[in-house]
Structure formats: structure tokens, C-alpha cells
């Protein structure tokens, strides 16, 4: 029979040097806080947490573990930071599964009350998804008070979802979209396109980098001296062009 165990953050410290205190099904994961609760299918964290995975950390003021070996649920709480080398995102709640490391496909968590960076790219939202793999964001889904920004170029609407490809981040926008740019204005019923692209070497500035939009269905583009409409329109762009 298991008994929960409640371990203060000293004797974690030390049973951890010891290794006498990480489950098999979390070997790559290290959880510190001032109170740990313990059982076989199940360890709640409170108080200054901080969990170190192999390529990205979170910390919060509470955490619930839930699953069996090679995969577990997570659900932070309060002051929810996640973060790696690429990225820095925070809100006020994050939920979803984390698979053992060096299992295939990415893990997804979403934050609510969210915002946050990766490289160029900023974004918030009501409710932001997630996709990460070693360590580097490869997709975004943000609804409700959408937005996702970089120095020159933001996007907005009830709905963004954003892949990272090679040469940037090919998004979607849907519900009231905007992409605006220093010089342009472009509102539709769906927009989608590259975006925030990143430039290929060091002597090669990111508005030197073509970019496509599309956008369907009552289109208005408005721009510092004149204005189009239209039902289908393509933007191919050049700096501020």
C-alpha cells in the first residue's frame, strides 16, 4: 500500500542530492516546493514551485501532478511562468499532458490569462495553446482577445493559430481579424499568411523578406493615402511596401 508523503523543501533538497526521492516515470523531471504531497498516481506541489524539465522549467504557486508511468496530466496555478531559452510565457492558469521525455510529438499546454515572447514574437490572450518541442515553441493557438505581434507587423481577432515554418510563422487569423502594419490596415473574415520572418543570415534585414497575406471575404485594406474593397485580395509585401 502507498501512503502520501508530505516532504519540506530542505529534506527535498537532500533526499534529491541522495537520489533516493524521483519516481522512475519521472526521471527527467525534477519538482521542488515548499510542500510536496505524494501518492502513486498523483503529487500536489504548493508554495514556490518550481518544475525543471530537461529543456524547458515552469514555476508556480501550485501544481498538481495526475497519471502513470510515460504520461501525466499537469495543472499549475497562480503565478505561472513557463519558460526556456526561446520562449518566456506567463498567465494565470496552466493545464495539460506531459508525455516522458524523448517521446515522440510535442507537448501541449495551455495557459489562460497568458502572455508572452518567443524571439521577435509577442503574444497574449485569454486562453493561449502551446506546442513544444525541445524546448522551442512550433505552434501557437490563441482565442479570445487574440494578438500576436512583432516590431512591425500585428495580427489580431477572436481566433490566431500560427505554425513555425522555416522561413516564419504562417498563421491563420478568424472572428473580426486585423493585420496592421505601419502603413496598412487589411480587415476581412479570414486572414492568413507568413509573418515575422526571420532573416536568413546576418546581412540580410527582415524587411528585405517578402511576405504573402490573403484574405477572403469583405475585404477592406486601407492604407495612409487610399483605400480598397473587395471580396478576395493577396498581399505580397517588402518592408513597408
Sequence with gaps: MNYARKISAPVLAALLIAG??????RGDTILEADQL?????????????????PDWSLTSDYLELKGQEGIEGIDAR????????????RGDRLSGTLAKEG???????????????????????????????????IRITIESN??????????????????????G????????????TDSTV??????????????????????????KTIARGEVQLTRPSWSLKSDYLELISTGDT
Design 186 to 211: 487589411l480587415r476581412a473574415k479570414t486572414i492568413k499568411g507568413t509573418a515575422f520572418t526571420e532573416p536568413k543570415d546576418s546581412c540580410q534585414e527582415n524587411d528585405a523578406i517578402s511576405r
Design 78 to 89: 497562480g503565478n505561472v511562468t513557463l519558460k526556456s531559452e526561446e520562449f518566456n510565457v
Design 103 to 137: 517521446a515522440e510529438g510535442a507537448v501541449v499546454l495551455t495557459l489562460h490569462e497568458a502572455e508572452g515572447s518567443s524571439g521577435s514574437v509577442s503574444f497574449s490572450g485569454n486562453q493561449v495553446e502551446l506546442a513544444i518541442e525541445e524546448g522551442e515553441l
Design 20 to 25: 533516493l526521492i524521483i519516481p522512475e516515470s
Design 37 to 53: 504531497t505524494i501518492s502513486a498516481d498523483r503529487t500536489v506541489a504548493d508554495g514556490n514551485v518550481r518544475l525543471t524539465r
Design 146 to 167: 487574440s494578438e500576436l505581434s512583432s516590431d512591425d507587423t500585428v495580427l489580431s481577432g477572436d481566433e490566431i493559430r500560427a505554425n513555425k515554418g522555416e522561413e
Design 169 to 180: 510563422w504562417d498563421f491563420e487569423v478568424t472572428g473580426n481579424p486585423k493585420y496592421e
